[in-house]
């Protein structure tokens, strides 16, 4: 079992950045391809990004390509995902996620998964 939690969603105005963190507990996180997703009311859970368990390796959705990093940090058990340049369309609960292939970008096969934390892009 792991358990996700994530943290750093907030209210930010277009053009701003924020950072979202995921803290992995349980099982071996250095295992684990990580990923982010987002859903917005009424729409599916979209893929994000994931980043190899080595941290040597990432992968975007076109949608954000350019603007959000994701990174790991193994020794703290940690998750992040950078977002600048924010847009109102990036509006969403935000997801991380595990699973041990890479990259993955269906949501359906991943393992375990956060609560979720709110990023709302406004003016």
């Known amino acids: 079992q792991v358990r996700l939690v994530e943290s750093g969603g907030g209210l930010v105005q277009p053009g701003g950045s924020l950072r979202l963190s995921c803290a992995a507990s349980?099982?071996?996180?250095?295992?684990?391809?990580m990923g982010w997703f987002r859903q917005a009311p009424g729409k599916e859970r979209d893929f994000v990004a994931c980043?190899?368990?080595?941290?040597?390796?990432?992968y975007y959705a076109d949608s954000v390509k350019g603007r959000f990093t994701t990174s790991r940090d193994n020794a703290k058990n940690t998750v992040y995902l950078q977002m600048n340049s924010l847009k109102p369309e990036d509006t969403a609960v935000y997801y991380c996620?595990?699973?041990?292939?890479?990259?993955?970008?269906?949501?359906?096969?991943?393992?375990?998964w956060g609560q979720g934390t709110q990023v709302t892009v406004s003016p």
């Open positions: 996620a595990a699973v041990r292939d890479f990259p993955v970008v269906a949501a359906a096969g991943y393992e375990y």
């Open positions: 980043i190899m368990w080595s941290g040597t390796r990432t």
């Open positions: 349980g099982r071996t996180f250095s295992n684990y391809a």
